[in-house]
């Protein structure tokens, strides 16, 4: 079955430290994974996509087909990273359709 | 340039009443679907649609309708509301051959 699994509901650090949200994901072929963000009050939107390997806001992901994992991880978090994130699949089909996983809500703390 | 926009923001309805929420994308997209934002749980497929006049059951559709009669609307019914059916509701567009979808700003339905 396709799923993705985001294992922390809340990821809570301080101004500065850096930041891992964690994201895994089932797929049997080859996966497109991307990672969504939705800042308070703003509409969800899209912070990287594994395929382009371009860094978003200070934010990279590396996906580990042998891991199975797509972690997001910024070395210095800001305050204005706070924001929920959610980590996608795009669905075998041809319809892009997508697979959240329940997201993480990054807080970050001055 | 206002991209994806959902009417209403937001509603409160009685458990049975009936409603439609609009969605309307000015970017030409063939693409689009709805989706329901529930605590804990991510977003979850409701429909979509491949292109004008098309519709098809996502992951979660019992309950709801939609319809795709012209290209940039796609409206999402709930004939018959129950306090399951509360949640936050998005739709996104994307395009032909393109990876990213766009989001609506969300509509927040509340069921009694």
């Known amino acids: 079955a396709q799923r993705v699994t985001q294992p922390e509901k809340l990821l809570s650090v301080f101004k500065g430290a850096p930041v891992e949200l964690k994201c895994n994901y089932s797929y049997s072929g080859s996966p497109e994974l991307f990672w969504y963000v939705q800042y308070s009050r703003q509409r969800l939107q899209l912070l990287l996509r594994h395929i382009s390997r371009e860094s978003i806001k200070g934010f990279t992901a590396d996906l580990n087909k042998g891991e199975t994992s797509f972690h997001l991880k910024k070395p210095f978090a800001q305050e204005e990273d706070s924001a929920m994130y959610y980590c996608a699949l795009k669905e075998g089909g041809g319809y892009n359709k997508l697979i959240f996983g329940a997201g993480t809500r990054l807080a970050v703390h001055p | 340039n206002a991209g994806v926009t959902q009417t209403p923001k937001f509603r409160v309805l009685k458990t049975g009443q009936s409603m439609t929420l609009l969605c309307a994308q000015d970017?030409?997209?063939?693409?689009m679907y709805w989706y329901r934002q529930d605590p804990g749980m991510g977003l979850r497929l409701i429909h979509y649609s491949v292109g004008e006049g098309t519709t098809a059951k996502g992951e979660v559709p019992d309950g709801y309708n939609v319809s795709r009669l012209k290209k940039q609307n796609f409206l999402l019914g709930l004939e018959s509301a129950a306090p399951s059916q509360t949640s936050v509701y998005f739709c996104a567009s994307r395009g032909q051959g393109r990876d990213i979808q766009y989001f609506g700003a969300g509509t927040r339905l509340s069921v009694l």
């Open positions: 970017m030409n997209h063939e693409y």
